[in-house]
């Protein structure tokens, strides 16, 4: 089975400052990867995903994620934060094995400085 | 518009008065499922559903319920609800099993038992 972990629970960055979050995972096939976002009070919304091809994926809102299998890791970028873009981030993993489930990090929390 | 509708929003409850949190989709999804959010420990599944009348349990099933008796709603139940349940919850569904790693999510449900 698959495991995913993001080492930072809080993030502070000053808007228009850019960002990395971090994402690490372990899984022994190629997998599934993918970044959520939940601002407050809502549910969680897809912000971009890699399955295979081109390891530097686009999502929305202008963020991006590189996938880099020999650091096991894929992280989400942005190169000017709004203050807008303050919410919790997961990164999740997953496989096309039926018995696997997706599986979601513990999130990071990403505040804005005015 | 494409969505997942979760009733009701906010639930505050004693010990032990069954309660039922509904979750409805509207785009003909195969694969549906429920997560709680708890501080510190991300997103846990409970339980999930491949189709009608096929469940399965999660990561954290105990003391919880579901059903899927028809292909757009997936209720979840709690008989016996305790403090330990106080949480957000969250339901998702996804169009396939193969695509269950893209799930689409409702709003969220802020329980809190007493």
């Known amino acids: 089975a698959q495991s995913v972990t993001q080492p930072d629970i809080h993030i502070t960055v000053s808007e228009g400052a850019s960002l990395e979050l971090r994402c690490n995972y372990s899984?022994?096939?190629?997998?599934?990867l993918f970044w959520y976002v939940q601002s407050p009070g809502q549910g969680l919304q897809l912000l971009l995903k890699?399955?295979?091809?081109?390891?530097l994926v686009q999502g929305i809102k202008g963020f991006e994620a590189e996938f880099k299998r020999s650091q096991s890791s894929f992280n989400l970028r942005k190169p000017s934060v709004h203050w807008s873009d303050a919410a919790e981030y997961f990164c999740?993993?997953?496989?096309?094995?039926?018995?696997?489930?997706?599986?979601f990090g513990k999130g990071t929390r990403l505040h804005i400085l005015p | 518009e494409a969505q997942v509708t979760q009733n009701p929003r906010y639930l505050i409850t004693v010990t032990g008065k069954k309660l039922t949190v509904t979750c409805s989709q509207n785009?003909?999804?195969?694969?549906m499922s429920w997560y709680r959010q708890d501080p510190g420990l991300g997103l846990r599944q409970i339980y999930y559903?491949?189709?009608?009348?096929?469940?399965d349990k999660g990561d954290v099933p105990e003391g919880y319920k579901v059903s899927r008796k028809e292909k757009r709603n997936f209720p979840l139940i709690l008989e016996s609800p305790s403090p330990n349940q106080t949480s957000l919850y969250f339901c998702?569904?996804?169009?396939?099993?193969?695509?269950?790693?893209?799930?689409?999510f409702g709003a969220g449900t802020r329980l809190s038992v007493l």
């Open positions: 785009m003909n999804h195969e694969y």
């Open positions: 899984y022994g096939a190629t997998p599934y």
């Open positions: 890699y399955f295979s091809g081109d390891t």
């Open positions: 559903s491949m189709n009608v009348e096929v469940t």
């Open positions: 998702a569904s996804s169009s396939d099993l193969l695509a269950k790693n893209i799930q689409y």
């Open positions: 999740a993993v997953g496989t096309l094995n039926r018995d696997d489930k997706i599986i």
